[in-house]
């Protein structure tokens, strides 16, 4: 359906614009539009029990009692009193500013108010939503719709009736009508009703729950289609393992990493090209399992290439690798954006002839004048800092290479597969041996002396210390710790042993900075979260974050991951003066828990799907209406419906799939992903 919206009366080209701003362009696109919460007026209280809902928002049927009064008060402002009621009381209503309102609100008429409860002498309700009631008229459940600059809800509302009345009435359902029986689903244009106009909580909630089962099991069908299109054939065969890149490692590969690696060489090896997700909790030990996966491409013949989300990170990963394949034989590159063009330009010519093996890098791997002899395998580290198409663009490098991507994003499984459906999954469970658990502890300000004095302790057993802050500067508006003012205080104190390094600083100087720490030669370093991704120093035990409220708990826990990858005991340290509860209850919840699946579990709560998911989707077409913390239930129900059509008719070409064939293109189209 394309109709355009110009066949909505009231909808002309300057409102086409604003209503681009929230992805609407069709009248699909409107009845797409779904409302975001709703405003439950069915529930009508009379006046006589309001007093027990003070500072609730509620919903009353009353009649004006008198003529609205008008009187300008402080600065000019308009105000409007008038007094309302039933037969069981009446109240007092306040506009501001609402020169309309006097002439809606005429004495004996009838309106549904709704809006927050107060109290001053007598029962108040500030600039409360009113509509006008006909006779026998009942209040109801009103969809409350996304908005930008320009557009009310009244005026949403309107132009999705008149949508359904053009094409939501008359939608062919693209689920066959066996599917729908066997999961008791509503018909698509009755689904559409009850989710923007509901008649009561029932109807709502079987409109969501067909319209939410229906997008995710089209996102999963597209994925399906999407990642046998990606199975190309092995062109970078991978032949006999020997071993010899783990036998130059100081430990055991835990049985996780031992078990993830044999499904890596086993994608090699296979008739297919690998794409492979290796999931793992910060600190589970990826990086080794990434050169054992570069071990087998080289060992075979082919170049590998590693990318990281920054330069810090890209230089930690050729500093580890490079002496480890110089022992076996084979020449590592790096390739960043700070590099001088003339070393660039080696860089270049030694990967296009071969002379450079493994090439690791940023962003700059993606520069048109990056060619190689033959790459044979691209591994993507920390998956959530790029995108589905830069990962493409890095393996349209080479003819159909192998890919790994990396994430220390802990999720669940099914929600992994909804984020990285095109890919297969290897999870790193547990820690390597020799680790210990961090303790994490939260402290207001107060704390400081004890703090240092702990901090000084830390040191003289060789330990050493992170301390990050949400800020490079200070800032007079908010009472935040910054970089610099920490470096000023503490420098007074230990001198060159503290250094700091943020986003701001050109990359050599952020680079000396991290040098002097991983080389022990700084004990103290003060950072923004620049530090929060991949960064590997042993040494490190203590880890301390200034106003942790900041932060958010997926966040925190990458930071915190910065420590405890050595064999001593490490701490992490939340400073915060937060007194909202909900704030300290979550920063308790992080200090009681080192389960990386827990704490994204409640992240994703607390912060919802569009935050949460945002970066990880990038490139995928984005929800609507399921939302992926509170609708587990429907996401597994309709990831096992997915996978048994796929099982029956992997090409959706049977005449009952035609049409879901049709909605999933059309949805995976707009993302620019295609299926042929």
């Known amino acids: 359906m394309q109709t355009p919206l110009s066949a909505i009366n009231g909808i002309g080209p300057q409102r086409q614009a604003l209503l681009l701003k ?32 003070l500072g609730e928002k509620v919903s009353i049927l009353a ?15 308009l105000l409007t009193e008038v007094t309302v009621g039933d037969d069981s009381g009446c109240l007092t209503l306040t506009y501001f500013n609402n020169p309309y309102i006097k002439a809606k609100l005429r004495p004996g008429k009838t309106f549904n108010f709704y809006g927050p409860l107060d109290r001053r002498l007598l029962l108040h309700m500030t600039a409360p939503q009113a509509e006008q009631m006909r006779a026998g008229q009942k209040p109801g459940i009103l969809p409350v719709y996304p908005l930008t600059g320009g557009l009310s809800q009244a005026l949403l509302r309107g132009w999705v009736r008149q949508a359904f009345e053009l094409a939501g009435r008359k939608q062919v359902d693209p689920l066959p009508e066996g599917l729908r029986q066997k999961y008791a689903l509503m018909e698509r244009g009755a689904a559409l009703q009850a989710v923007h106009f509901p008649k009561d909580q029932q109807a709502l909630q079987q409109g969501r729950r067909r319209l939410i089962f229906e997008e995710l099991l089209f996102f999963q069908l597209g994925l399906g289609l999407y990642s046998r299109r990606q199975k190309e054939r092995n062109a970078y065969p991978v ?46 030990g990826k990086t080794y399992v990434a050169g054992e996966a570069a071990y087998s491409a080289l060992s075979s013949g082919y170049q590998a290439a590693i990318m990281a989300p920054t330069e810090i990170l890209a230089r930690q990963h050729a500093a580890y690798f490079r002496p480890l394949f110089e022992k076996l034989g084979y ?36 520069q048109k004048e990056v060619r190689f002899q033959n790459l044979g395998l691209v591994i993507a580290d920390e998956q959530h800092r790029f995108g589905v198409r830069q990962r493409a663009a890095l393996a349209a490098k080479g003819e159909k290479p192998h890919i790994l991507v990396m994430s220390a994003t802990p999720i669940p499984r099914t929600m992994a597969l909804m984020v990285w459906g095109d890919l297969d999954l290897s999870v790193l469970e547990g820690r390597p041996a020799g680790r210990k658990e961090i303790r994490t502890y939260l402290v207001d300000s107060s704390y400081r002396a004890r703090l240092s004095a702990f901090m000084e302790r830390q040191m003289k057993e060789g330990g050493q210390i992170y301390i990050v802050c949400p800020l490079v500067e200070e800032n007079e508006a908010v009472e935040l710790k910054s970089v610099e003012a920490l470096l000023k205080e503490l420098q007074a ?75 001593k005991q490490s701490f992490c340290v939340l400073i915060s003066d937060s007194k909202n ?35 990880l989707q990038h490139g995928l077409p984005q929800m609507r209406i399921a939302n992926c913390a509170t609708d587990l239930e429907l996401l597994t129900v309709s990831a096992q419906c997915a996978r048994r059509i796929m099982q029956d008719d992997p090409l959706l070409e049977k005449d009952a799939n035609r049409r879901m064939r049709e909605q999933v293109e059309c949805l995976f189209d707009q993302n620019g992903t295609a299926f042929n």
Not at 355 to 366: D, E, K, S
Not at 588 to 610: H, M, N, S, V, W
């Open 63 to 77: 009649t004006v009692l008198s003529e609205p009064a008008e009187r300008r008060i402080y600065g000019g402002r």
């Open 331 to 366: 020449t590592t590159g790096l390739l960043v954006g700070s590099m001088k063009p003339k070393e660039k330009s080696a860089v270049y010519t030694a990967l296009a002839d071969g002379g450079i093996r493994l090439v690791i890098g940023t962003h700059a791997l993606l």
């Open 239 to 284: 032949f006999t393992i020997d071993g010899a890149f783990r036998h130059l490692q100081p430990f055991e590969p835990t049985p996780s990493q031992r078990k993830a690696v044999k499904e890596i060489q086993a994608d090699m090896r296979g008739s297919y090209a690998m794409n492979r997700l290796l999931q793992g909790d910060v600190g589970s």
């Open 493 to 567: 104190q230990y001198g060159d042993a503290v250094d700091m390094i943020h986003g701001k600083m050109n990359a050599s100087l952020k680079e000396t900075a991290m040098s002097r720490f991983v080389a022990g030669r700084v004990k103290i370093l003060i950072s923004t979260t620049v530090i929060e991704v991949g960064i590997n120093v042993p040494n490190a035990t203590l880890m301390i974050l200034q106003n942790a409220e900041r932060f958010g708990l997926s966040q925190l826990h990458q930071l915190r991951g910065r420590v405890g990858r050595g064999e």
């Open 581 to 615: 509860e909900k704030t300290l209850e979550r920063l308790q919840y992080f200090c009681a828990t080192t389960d990386g699946f827990a704490i994204a579990q409640k992240d994703l709560e607390l912060r919802g799907p569009g935050d949460f998911f945002g970066d």
């Open 22 to 53: 929230l992805g609407v362009q069709t009248v699909e696109d409107l009845l797409q539009l779904y409302p975001h919460r709703y405003e439950d007026r069915s529930q009508v209280l009379p006046v006589e029990a309001l007093s027990r809902h």
